[in-house]
């Protein structure tokens, strides 16, 4: 049974740091990709990275380009997102996704792709 587990989140001002991890167990299916997903009170699930099994490829949401960056160490199975220069609309509960097969190209941001999800860690940036 894949089970993911994050942590890192916690409470920051505006303009600090956080960095997430994702640690997965009984997870092999390191063709897989693997993704931060976050949700707001009041809004839909979005997508914030993703990574393809070769950590080579990743993508970002537009809202977080240039600010946060996605790691993934396949040895360890552990998944990172490493995040700067927060802000309060940063906010939200953060998902660590992975799928059990190869994700479609240019689809690391699509929900669809992911059919493991973590609980969740709370990020909380005040100004």
């Known amino acids: 049974q894949v089970q993911l587990m994050e942590s890192g989140g916690g409470s920051v001002q505006t303009g600090g740091s956080l960095r997430l991890s994702c640690a997965a167990t009984g997870y092999t299916y390191m063709s897989g990709c693997m993704g931060w997903f976050r949700q707001a009170p009041g809004k839909e699930r979005e997508a914030v990275a993703g990574?393809?099994?070769?950590?080579?490829?990743?993508a970002y949401a537009d809202s977080v380009k240039g600010r946060f960056t996605i790691s993934r160490d396949n040895a360890k199975n552990t998944l990172d997102l490493q995040m700067s220069r927060l802000k309060p609309e940063d906010t939200a509960m953060y998902y660590c996704?992975?799928?059990?097969?190869?994700?479609?190209?240019?689809?690391?941001?699509?929900?669809?792709?992911?059919?493991?999800w973590g609980q969740g860690t709370q990020v909380t940036v005040s100004s």
């Open positions: 990574i393809y099994s070769g950590g080579g490829s990743r």
């Open positions: 996704a992975a799928s059990r097969r190869v994700c479609g190209f240019g689809a690391l941001l699509r929900g669809d792709q992911y059919s493991e």
